[in-house]
C-alpha cells in the first residue's frame, strides 16, 4: 500500500500546492463544539459574544486549522503521510458563513528524512486568518509493509 | 462582561494549570471527519489503516488537539481569552477507546502585553501524544467594552 504515494515523492517539488476550500456553517461550530468539548460562549451564545471584542459569535480557531490537515491528509502529500508538527497563528476571527481556503505549499523538502516542510495558511477573500507551518513524513512503502507484518516498531 | 476574567489577570501564577480529558469515541473520529472534511482513510478504513504503519485507524491529531483549545477557552484563561498562536509536535497515534488528558500550565506571564505563555501536553497514560506551547491574550475590560461600543478597532 501507499506504492503510489511513495513513489510520488521524487516527483514533489518546492512549490507545489494544494488546496481545501469551505463555507463554515453555524452547524460546523455546533458540532466542533460538541467534537472537541470547547463551548467557550464566544462560540456558543450570541448574547456574550456579541459584547465581546468579536460583536458576535465566531468559529473555533482549531476547526480553521483542521483544514490545514485535511489538505495534508488527503491532497498535497495525501493519505500515508506521517504528521509531525504544525505552528498557528490565528490572525483574524471567522464565522459562520464565511468561506476559508486553506492552502498548503512545499517549502523544503529533506529526501534523507523524507520530510516536507509547508507552508500553511488560511483565508477569507484577502485575509489571512490562521498561518503557519507543517512538517510531514512520508514512509518508504517496504518500511510501512515491514511495520506492518510487526519486523519493526 | 469578562470583568471576572480580568480581574482574575493579577492572580495568574507560572506553574498554574488546568486539563480536559475526554475519551476517544469513534463517533468523535467520524464527527470530526465530518466536521473537518479529512476523510483521510487512515482514520476512516480500517483494512486500509490495518496495513499502514498505525496498524488501524487512528484519530485525526487535530481532533486530539482540539482538546487543548477546550483547556484554554473554558478553563485557564477561560471565556474571554484570545487564542494566538498555537505550536504542535504530534508524539504517537490515538486511537478510540484511548483517553486523552489535555493539561495547559501557564509557562511565562507578560503584564504588559497581556500575554501568558503556556506549555501544553495531552498524554494517553504515561505517553505523550502531543506537546507544544500556546500563546494567549486576555484584554482589559474597559477595551472589550470599548471596541463592543465601536470606539475602536
Redesign the interface.
Known amino acids: 500500500?501507499?506504492q503510489a504515494l511513495t513513489d510520488r515523492f521524487n516527483e514533489l517539488e518546492v512549490g507545489q500546492s494544494a488546496t481545501?476550500a469551505?463555507t463554515i456553517s453555524e452547524a460546523?461550530i455546533v458540532?466542533?463544539a460538541?467534537?472537541?468539548?470547547?463551548?467557550?460562549?464566544?462560540?456558543l451564545n450570541e448574547i456574550?459574544a456579541?459584547?465581546?471584542?468579536f460583536?458576535g459569535r465566531i468559529a473555533?480557531?482549531?476547526?480553521t486549522?483542521?483544514?490545514i490537515?485535511?489538505v495534508i491528509?488527503?491532497r498535497l502529500p495525501?493519505?500515508?503521510s506521517?504528521?509531525?508538527?504544525?505552528?498557528?497563528?490565528?490572525r483574524a476571527p471567522v464565522r459562520a458563513g464565511d468561506t476559508v481556503t486553506a492552502t498548503v505549499t512545499i517549502k523544503e523538502i529533506d529526501p534523507a528524512k523524507r520530510r516536507l516542510t509547508l507552508t500553511t495558511i488560511c483565508t477569507v477573500g484577502d485575509t489571512a486568518v490562521v498561518e503557519g507551518e507543517a512538517v510531514v513524513m512520508l514512509?518508504k512503502a517496504e518500511?510501512?509493509?515491514a511495520?506492518?507484518e510487526g519486523a519493526a516498531a
Open positions: 500500500m501507499d481545501y469551505r460546523d458540532l466542533f460538541g467534537v472537541s468539548g470547547d463551548d467557550n460562549p464566544v462560540h456574550y456579541a459584547e465581546s471584542m460583536k473555533h480557531g482549531m476547526l486549522a483542521s483544514y490537515s485535511t491528509g488527503t495525501g493519505p500515508g506521517i504528521y509531525l508538527g504544525q505552528n498557528l497563528k490565528f514512509p518500511d510501512v509493509k511495520t506492518a
